[in-house]
């Protein structure tokens, strides 16, 4: 069962969202997915709490260095993909789950402060290969993209991570007001009202075509059995 951590150390770059996407997407496809809360404002923590009980998504909320390692323990039997959402801050939390990680996602925002924070990430990954010897494969995937116009600053920041041989998924994930919807109505984006939500249909797309990527990028049957011992 991989474990899947969002990882930015800017604030608002976009990790929240992304993961809540990804799971409710896993899940829709039968995965069972469990979602390590520890983003100190506990969004995806509030949104199950509203929720009431969404198929194959569970939630741990108030998560610790001292508890992460824990919560993968007990609940690795009765799950296929673990999702981290940490908190948009560089500290501890981060490099442990990070440790712990079979791939680490970057949400880069297409704006030069958001690849800063994506930046970081990147030189933690490279100094845990150069100083510890774990390679720890990763990728940044693109938020919050302008579904119209593609802006100076991502093209800038798409030069860059190719520059710098990163890999970055090809579904970007776009700014849909259905994302940042789903966290007041609970339930998943399936569930949601196209009527009062603009563009719904679209934002369903652009989750399906983000899990697909991620389901194929991540397979459950190539983790099986082999999770690092803790
Ligand atoms: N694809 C999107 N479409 C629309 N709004 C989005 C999208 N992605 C993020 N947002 C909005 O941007 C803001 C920040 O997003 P989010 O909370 O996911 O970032 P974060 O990286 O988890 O932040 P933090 O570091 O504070 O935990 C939120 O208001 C969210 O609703
Ligand atoms: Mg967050």
């Known amino acids: ?48 709490d509203i929720s009431g009980k969404i198929p194959n998504v569970d939630v741990i909320s108030y998560v610790t260095m001292a508890s992460i390692q824990g919560h993968i323990n007990e609940n690795k039997a009765k799950t296929d993909y673990f999702i981290i959402d940490l908190a948009g801050a560089r500290n501890t939390l981060m490099a442990t789950a990070i440790g712990l990680s079979d791939h680490v996602m970057i949400p880069i925002q297409g704006c030069a402060m958001d690849a800063k924070g994506g930046a970081q990430v990147l030189e933690l990954l490279g100094y845990l290969k150069e100083k510890a010897g774990v390679d720890i494969p990763h990728s940044v995937v693109l938020t919050r993209v302008n579904s119209l116009v593609t802006t100076r600053a991502l093209q800038v920041v798409k030069q860059l ?36 939500v603009s563009n719904l249909d679209k934002a369903c797309e652009n989750a399906r075509a983000f899990g697909d990527e991620v389901r194929k990028l991540l397979p459950v049957r190539l983790y099986a059995g082999m999770r690092r011992a803790a």
Do not use: Y
């Open 1 to 48: 069962m991989p474990v899947i951590t969002f990882a930015n150390t800017k604030g608002g770059a976009g990790k929240t969202t992304a993961a809540l996407i990804l799971a409710t997407e896993l899940a829709r496809h039968g995965a069972r997915v469990t979602i390590l809360d520890a983003d100190p404002q506990h969004w995806i923590s509030h949104w199950h």
């Open 161 to 196: 991570l190719a520059q710098r041989a990163v890999h970055v998924l090809e579904t970007p994930i776009i700014e849909r007001s259905a994302f940042r919807d789903i966290f007041d109505c609970g339930g998943t984006l399936q569930t949601m009202d196209p009527h009062r």
